[in-house]
């Protein structure tokens, strides 16, 4: 049985349910041609974005979009670590009962995604060393002096050195250094 609890900012306005229903509340409104307006109470009906729910919700004239399954973590979930992410245990997005989301650090939610085989590695070969265009880079210290040669800008990165596009506007002049470091593209390109 749903179980209702006030949406955070918009009490009186909507509730969202342990289910991952979202209640708009029967209220007052007034218009501009229309005096007095009476909103029956009813349950939303989301839309998908890549996968999620989500409703617009509003209040006073201004109207916002939220993630369903944020709504009830926020609601129902304690989140004492402050965690930024919500995550879907058995990874259905559409899935918002309160027992199948938890909070997550990105990394966890990432991981998970992993673990469960709802992300695999289809991008090695689409970006990195195997693609078509990929050119092999190497950095150096701010003096000049050679520290390494990674097989491809992506593979740099993913040692959270510094991002693709500052690396590439130093290797082609454009600015002098990329995460503290020098870079030339390699000979061999």
């Known amino acids: 049985m749903d179980q209702y609890k006030n949406i955070d900012g918009f009490d009186g306005y909507y509730m969202v ?3 991952g229903n979202i209640k708009s509340m029967e209220r007052k409104i007034y218009r501009t041609l229309i005096p007095e307006c009476v909103l029956k109470e009813r349950i939303l009906n989301p839309a998908k974005r890549k996968g999620y729910l989500f409703v617009r919700l509003s ?10 399954h944020r709504l009830v973590a926020i609601a129902f979930i304690p989140n004492p670590e402050n965690k930024p992410h919500v ?10 009962r309160v027992e199948n989301i938890e909070w997550a650090t990105e990394s966890e939610n990432i991981q998970h995604s ?4 709802l ?12 693609h078509n265009v990929s050119k092999s880079i190497s950095q150096y210290s701010r003096d000049g002096v050679f520290i390494k040669t ?14 693709v596009a500052h690396i590439v506007s130093c290797a082609k ?12 593209y390699s000979i061999n390109n």
């Open 114 to 117: 992993f673990d469960t085989g």
């Open 17 to 19: 349910s342990n289910y």
């Open 173 to 184: 002049g454009v600015r002098k250094t990329a995460g503290n470091y020098k870079w030339k």
């Open 87 to 96: 995550n879907h245990k058995n990874g259905i997005k559409t899935d918002n």
């Open 119 to 130: 992300q695999t590695g289809w991008l090695i070969g689409k970006f990195g060393k195997n």
């Open 59 to 68: 209040k006073k004239g201004m109207v916002k979009s939220y993630s369903v």
């Open 150 to 163: 990674f097989d491809c800008i992506s593979d740099a990165t993913r040692q959270g050195i510094a991002s």
